[in-house]
Nanobody, 116 residues
Framework: QVQLVESGGGLVQPGGSLKLSCAAA????????MSWYRQAPGKEREWVAR????????TYGDSVKGRFTISRDNAKNTVYLQMNNLKPDDTAEYYC?????????WGQGTQVTVSS
């Protein structure tokens, strides 16, 4: 079955960087676009970024554009989110998501906290 496992979260100071990873299994990874979402306490879930199956196409939410970069390694069945110039408003649980055969699959999430 489809499995998504995120890692790489943690505590970072404002202006710092983190790189999240999401290891995927249970489907032909290179055939499917992948996305990152996040949710902060008391806030609605927010779409962060999306990457095509080949990795050639990427799109970003306005709040992260220019600071975050989504990428993937199809040989490793892994999608990444490089986060630079982090701000306190980036504090959230981050999830990788695949819409596979009309069903959305979510990982368990990884917590990112931006604080001094």
């Amino acid at each position: 079955q489809v499995q998504l496992v995120e890692s790489g979260g943690g505590l970072v100071q404002p202006g710092g960087s983190l790189k999240l990873s999401c290891a995927a299994a249970g489907f032909t990874f290179s055939n499917w676009p992948m996305s990152w979402y996040r949710q902060a306490p008391g806030k609605e879930r927010e779409w962060v970024a999306r990457i095509s199956g080949s990795g050639s196409g990427t799109t970003y939410g306005d709040s992260v554009k220019g600071r975050f970069t989504i990428s993937r390694d199809n040989a490793k069945n892994t999608v990444y989110l490089q986060m630079n110039n982090l701000k306190p408003d980036d504090t959230a649980e981050y999830y990788c998501v695949v819409l596979y055969l009309s069903r959305a699959y979510w990982g368990q999430g990884t917590q990112v906290t931006v604080s001094s």
